[in-house]
């Protein structure tokens, strides 16, 4: 089954403590993203990747890191999360340079940052 | 400032009746409109978009309109079944470079559809 997953679904921790959240596809789909959903504010961009070691900055990217050495893998980082970063994160894959009809989503990590 | 606008956080529908999400936008450089639908505990799932060079797209019991002009967009589901309730997001993106890594997002309307 084609499937983007990520892990933890939910996780609470506290200010500093670094955290990844791991995300990855089935699809070998050469784009990956991360996005974040804020009430009123709708799906914003943090990080996306074209390809293996290709990453750039979304819209939100301050206080994250990506990584994609890995086609099927792209973990979100928080170095030293902080309450502002309390939010539903989802991970997104497309073929290609993203096609935008096509994009799968996985399921969200909803993190608490206290 | 949010370029994408869903003005409505919810909406409320008797079912079989038609459920009309709309949507509005600022920058005139969007070309092209997608819907996306999101159950809880689950990921958006692409629903159905529009190019500019179109003013209606018809997918099923789904109809985007989209009104260049006045930089609105609708959504229309006719009839409303009690399994489309979910929150559905507008999303643009600019020029012919369709490419997700550009997209902006509305922030999302919750559509209830009461038996």
Not at chain 2, 33 to 45: I, Q, S, V
Not at chain 2, 62 to 79: E, G
Request: aromatic share 10%; charged share 20%; glycine share 6%.
């Amino acid at each position: 089954e084609a499937q983007v997953t990520q892990n933890p679904r939910y996780l609470i921790t506290v200010t500093g403590k670094k955290l990844t959240v791991t995300c990855s596809q089935n699809m070998n789909h050469e784009y990956m993203s991360w996005y974040r959903q804020d009430p009123g504010l709708g799906l914003r961009q943090i990080y996306y990747s074209m390809n293996v070691e290709v990453t750039d900055k979304g819209d939100v990217p301050e206080g994250y890191k990506v990584s994609r050495k890995e086609k099927r893998n792209f973990p979100l980082i928080l170095e030293s999360p902080s309450p502002n970063q309390t939010s539903l994160y989802f991970c997104a894959s497309s073929r290609g340079s993203g096609a935008p009809n096509e994009q799968f989503f996985g399921p969200g990590t909803r993190l608490t940052v206290l | 400032d949010q370029q994408v606008k869903q003005n409505s956080p919810s909406l409320s529908v008797q079912e079989g009746r038609i459920s009309i999400l709309n949507c509005d936008y600022t920058n005139s450089m969007f070309d092209y409109f997608l819907w996306y639908k999101k159950y809880p505990a689950e990921g958006p799932t692409f629903l159905i978009s529009i190019s500019s060079i179109k003013d209606k797209n018809e997918d099923g019991r789904f109809t985007v309109f989209l009104n260049k002009s006045a930089k609105h967009l609708s959504l229309h589901i006719v009839p409303s079944q009690p399994g489309d309730s979910a929150v559905y997001f507008c999303a643009a993106l600019p020029g012919l470079l369709l490419s997700a890594r550009q997209l902006t997002f509305g922030s999302g309307t919750q559509l209830t559809v009461l038996p």
